[in-house]
């Protein structure tokens, strides 16, 4: 089936630009993660929803970071006002159920890249 | 504060030989350990997850070993091709009660027919 798909796969912006990436997990995945990744680094823990419901938003970088999940799906994670320290790798994750050790299947990721 | 520590720089390997990783973390009581291969342009592709009660857990010619005395976990991909050419990620839970995982920097390694 479908795996995690994210949109658009690249994104340039101009500082002080609104941008907007999409994620659509696997259908019926319950747990949703945002992560980003800085050049040579391992992905950082943004945020994470369990359906509709964000529990956790304790690596989103500043109130200009916003991620919603209204229908328990596609996710859309925004950020405004755009900084060029914004220019990394935004990765979503979805996984089959919030248990701690179920596996976490990855999207391709957005590029994006702030001038 | 929490640390989890991934040789930064290349590993570089001969088709055929074993490739060892190794993952260190200060700060941590991980209940288990992920590891992760990532491809350039692509997300990271779960491969294996080992429990803090398992030594070693293997699958075909991928073998992770856990010690919570040395706080380490080593990554063995034995009879090494090409293919395997990737960075490698380990990660830990991050004691949240979720699956909030924390992951190290990645190791790349290089595998030479």
């Known amino acids: 089936g479908a795996g995690v798909s994210q949109s658009p796969r690249y994104k340039v912006a101009k500082r002080g630009q609104d941008v907007a990436l999409r994620c659509d997990p696997i259908s019926g995945h319950v747990s949703l993660f945002w992560y980003q990744q800085a050049l040579g680094q391992g992905p950082e823990f943004l945020t994470y929803f369990q359906n509709e419901a964000q529990l956790d938003k304790s690596g989103l970088p500043s109130d200009r970071f916003f991620a919603e999940r209204p229908e328990g799906s596609v996710s859309t994670l925004k950020i405004q006002r755009t900084q060029q320290e914004d220019s990394a790798v935004y990765l979503c994750a979805s996984s089959l159920s919030p248990d701690t050790q179920e596996t976490q299947y990855f999207g391709p990721g957005t590029r994006l890249l702030v001038l | 504060s929490q640390k989890i520590e991934q040789n930064s720089e290349a590993l570089n390997i001969q088709e055929g030989k074993t490739a060892t990783l190794t993952c260190n973390y200060t700060?941590?009581?991980?209940?288990?350990l992920q590891w992760y291969r990532q491809d350039p342009g692509r997300g990271p592709v779960f491969l294996l997850l080992i429990r803090e009660n398992e030594k070693e857990k293997r699958k075909e010619r991928l073998k992770v070993t856990f010690d919570t005395t040395l706080k380490q976990s080593l990554f063995h991909i034995t009879a090494s091709q090409p293919a395997d050419s990737a960075t490698y990620l380990c990660?830990?839970?991050?004691?949240?009660?979720?699956?909030?995982?924390?992951f190290g920097t990645g190791t790349r390694l290089l595998v030479s027919p």
């Open positions: 700060n941590y009581s991980p209940a288990y």
């Open positions: 990660a830990l839970e991050g004691n949240t009660g979720f699956q909030k995982l924390v």
